[in-house]
């Protein structure tokens, strides 16, 4: 089993940043990725790092977010810049222990889930 806790989210002013983290705990994971869910929406991928160090983040965050993560202390990061009022969310950290060589996207390939924690930007 592994276990996920999410913390950093916040209150933020459009245009500023905030940096999430979360931390596994029960096992070794493989890949670890970020999702995020609104009011109302699917919830989608926002950014995944692979163990070997390959990432992957979608096109509404390239450039403003970046995931890195710390593989010997199984924590994983998301740096997020530039907010805007779209990037609120609830944002939650998902894991898997079986390798990909690339970063999956889908909800469904990540079987472990963290409880989520709240960003939201104010315009």
């Known amino acids: 089993q592994v276990q996920l806790v999410e913390s950093g989210g916040g209150l933020v002013q459009a245009g500023g940043s905030l940096r999430l983290s979360c931390a596994a705990s029960g096992r070794s994971v493989s890949i670890m990725g970020w999702f995020r869910q609104a009011p109302g929406k699917e919830r989608e991928f926002v950014a995944g790092?692979?163990?070997?160090?390959?990432?992957d983040h979608a096109e509404s965050v390239k450039g403003r977010f970046t995931i890195s993560r710390d593989n010997a202390k199984n924590t994983m990061s998301l740096q997020m810049n530039s907010l805007s009022p779209e990037d609120t969310a609830v944002y939650y950290c998902?894991?898997?222990?079986?390798?990909?060589?690339?970063?999956?996207?889908?909800?469904?390939?990540?079987?472990?889930w963290g409880q989520g924690t709240q960003v939201t930007v104010s315009s």
């Open positions: 790092m692979t163990w070997s160090g390959n990432t």
């Open positions: 998902a894991a898997r222990y079986t390798g990909r060589m690339t970063v999956p996207r889908a909800v469904n390939e990540y079987p472990y």
